[in-house]
C-alpha cells in the first residue's frame, strides 16, 4: 500500500476497493481480513462500518475457497457515480466495479469469483487522500473447477 498515490483521489479509491477483494485463504480466516491491508488507505471507522465489526461468519463461497486453499486476483474499472446525498468540501464520490477470480492447485473446486460495486467517499485525512466512508454490493457467483 505504501507505493500507492495518495495524492489522487481515484487512485486511492481503486487500490482499497481491489485490495478489499484480493484473499488469500492460506493467511486469511474470514472475507473481512483484506481490510487489516487497507487500513493505510481507508479510516478505522469506514472499515468498522462497512464490515460490521469484527465477526467470523463467512459465507459459502469463503468456505468452499478455503477448503481449496485459494487466492484472488481482482480487476477494477471505474464507473459513473450516482448523485450522493452528502458531500462535503473537498469530499469526492468515486464509484469503482471490482471483478475477482479464484485460483487454486489444479483439480480443486473454487468458486467462479464474483463483481462488486463499490462507492467510495474520498477526502484529504492527515495530509493524504483517504477513505472515508464506501459501500459495496456483491454479486455472487456459482462454483466451478480451476484449471
Known amino acids: 500500500m505504501s507505493t500507492v498515490d495518495r495524492s489522487s483521489k481515484e487512485v486511492v479509491a481503486i487500490e482499497a476497493m481491489r485490495a478489499l477483494a484480493v484473499w488469500d485463504t492460506t493467511q486469511d480466516t474470514t472475507p473481512s481480513d483484506a481490510s487489516t491491508r487497507v487500513q493505510e488507505l481507508v479510516t478505522q471507522e469506514a472499515l468498522e462500518w462497512s464490515t460490521g465489526g469484527s465477526g467470523s461468519w463467512a459465507p459459502m ?3 468452499q475457497a478455503q477448503a481449496a486453499g485459494a487466492w484472488s486476483s481482482a480487476d477494477t474499472e471505474v464507473v459513473p457515480t450516482m448523485e450522493h446525498g452528502e458531500t462535503r468540501e473537498g469530499m469526492e ?8 477470480a479464484w485460483h487454486a492447485a489444479e483439480g480443486e473446486v473454487v468458486p ?5 460495486a463499490c462507492t ?6 492527515d495530509g493524504q487522500e483517504t477513505v472515508t466512508a464506501y459501500h459495496c454490493e456483491d454479486q455472487e457467483a456459482a462454483p466451478s473447477e480451476s484449471s
Not at 120 to 125: C, R, S, W
Open 61 to 63: 463461497w469463503w468456505r
Open 93 to 100: 464520490w468515486i464509484s469503482v466495479e471490482v471483478t475477482w
Open 112 to 116: 467462479e469469483g464474483g463483481t462488486r
Open 120 to 125: 467510495a467517499a474520498v477526502e484529504e485525512v
